[in-house]
């Protein structure tokens, strides 16, 4: 395997500049291939991703496939423009010169993708550096194997492997793969894992994407209507059973509004996500990846109640499935470990407040998260919390929306990861933003070149201009 590694990456490393003078007709072609592929194997999609993590053929369609294909159709009606140069304004010194901002592929990149939306966080990065004009070494999870295996065969059909390559393995295999001198990395996972994939990045100096996680809270106003919010909250936090970076991790609400939001987001997921008889509906609703996950999340749930939490509504496990039922969480001790770590599951703390000021406070104390949901009718509160947090990204009155715009940079910020992508976002991080200037032969720059006497004036004339 190590052989074959550095076999690929020597290919690539020499076919990176061959890439780079590709023009849009001929990455529009491969971000075209990329899409016959995949329309080709989609329903072995659906099958691995029910295989691995449960999902139903429709949100797996929605929330993986369908999301994909959107964006390769926006890259492909949007990547002449944005490869073209552009034009930025003169300076003093170089009045006569025309200054362009050029787009060359970073060279060549890896992909690391976790295992909760293993097709759609693997395939955004790599239509955006297939855009750029990159090449890319990927390497799935191996938690959601079955997905990864497809993965790796719709890369086979439509790439060589000096261009494209994905390799399958464990952890063992992503560390070999991160001592290597790789252009660009593009990691999606835990914080915890980030962190060594940059420090393994900071020994060949090579730039990182990181798409991590963190809590995201939601906090909830005086104003805003409870039904709504209860059954969007119920959507994003349980889609894919809660594993989801950017789920409602946490709610935040006035005290005197817990118990009536509690009946509605037991309404709204009962309406959901159970049948008639009461029982789970299993065909819509994921299982948790794996017995260790599970256990973990179990111990989330038992470490709060023995610090004297309570279970208002759900919390019914059965581990021969890997199945946590939705479960809310109130009275909860600030020490509880639940409300120190990403949850990634179906479990939902409350957490009450008494003003705006004391919610921005509580989201304050933690680490800077990947999302931050606000459900109010007040403008004044929403601009206050938002003016007065830090997010990735945010949604007013409504939840995980704003992945789904390719005209929004998505990413996180410290602590939940750093810099965006999709659409154009997506484009510039597989990119060098290369600065060029083309000096006229009429310019005036000599004007500042030594010797310097008798030039008082020039500086004079400088400080007046600028």
């Not at 693997?122 to 191996?142: D, R």
């Not at 952890?171 to 060594?196: E, M, N, Q, W, Y």
């Not at 006035?254 to 065909?283: C, I, W």
């Amino acid at each position: 395997m190590i052989q074959t590694i550095h076999s690929v990456f020597k290919a690539q490393q020499a076919h990176k500049y061959t890439l780079r003078n590709s023009n849009a007709t001929q990455r529009i072609n491969k971000l075209s291939a990329l899409k016959s592929s995949i329309e080709k194997h989609e329903k072995d999609i659906y099958t691995a991703l029910q295989s691995d993590l449960r999902k139903s053929e429709f949100e797996s369609a929605v929330t993986e496939v369908i999301f994909i294909y959107s964006e390769i159709d926006f890259a492909i009606k949007n990547l002449s423009s944005w490869m073209k140069p552009q034009k930025v304004g003169k300076t003093i010194t170089g009045l006569m010169a025309t200054n362009r901002i050029y787009y060359e592929p970073k060279g060549l990149c890896l992909i690391i993708s976790p295992w909760n939306y293993p097709f759609q966080l693997m395939m955004a990065p790599l239509i955006s550096a297939i855009a750029a004009g990159n090449c890319a070494i990927l390497k799935p999870s191996e938690l959601s194997s079955e997905t990864s295996s497809i993965i790796c065969r719709i890369i086979d059909d439509c790439f060589s492997e000096e261009e494209i390559c994905c390799f399958e393995g464990d952890a063992s295999l992503s560390t070999i793969l991160l001592s290597l001198p790789f252009d660009h990395i593009f990691f999606t996972g835990s914080t915890a894992i980030g962190k060594v994939v940059m420090e393994a990045a900071a020994k060949n100096l090579s730039s990182v994407t990181l798409e991590l996680g963190g809590k995201s809270p939601t906090i909830i106003d005086d104003t805003a209507d409870l039904e709504q919010a209860a059954a969007k909250i119920a959507w994003g936090k349980l889609t894919n059973a809660g594993q989801t970076c950017i789920a409602p991790d946490y709610i935040l609400i006035p005290a005197a509004r817990q118990d009536s939001f509690v009946e509605h987001y037991k309404n709204a997921v009962t309406r959901m996500f159970f049948l008639t008889d009461g029982e789970l509906d299993l065909s819509s609703y994921a299982k948790i990846i794996n017995k260790k996950h599970f256990e973990r999340i179990e111990g989330l749930i038992q470490d709060a109640l023995s610090k004297g939490a309570s279970i208002p509504f759900g919390g019914k496990k059965k581990a021969s499935i890997q199945t946590i039922y939705p479960a809310v969480l109130t009275g909860l001790s600030a020490d509880s470990e639940i409300m120190k770590e990403e949850i990634f599951g179906p479990v939902l703390p409350i957490v009450t407040y008494q003003t705006i000021e004391e919610a921005i406070e509580l989201v304050n104390r933690m680490s800077k998260p990947l999302a931050l949901y606000i459900f109010s009718k007040n403008k004044k509160n929403i601009h206050q919390i938002i003016k007065n947090t830090s997010a990735g990204g945010t949604c007013v009155n409504d939840v995980l929306i704003h992945i789904s715009n390719p005209k929004l940079p998505f990413g996180g910020v410290n602590a939940s990861g750093m810099g965006s992508c999709h659409g154009q976002f997506g484009f510039k991080t597989f990119s060098h933003e290369r600065a060029v200037v083309f000096q006229s032969s009429l310019d005036m720059s000599k004007l500042i070149y030594p010797p310097y006497e008798k030039k008082g004036w020039v500086l004079k004339w400088l400080r007046k201009l600028m």
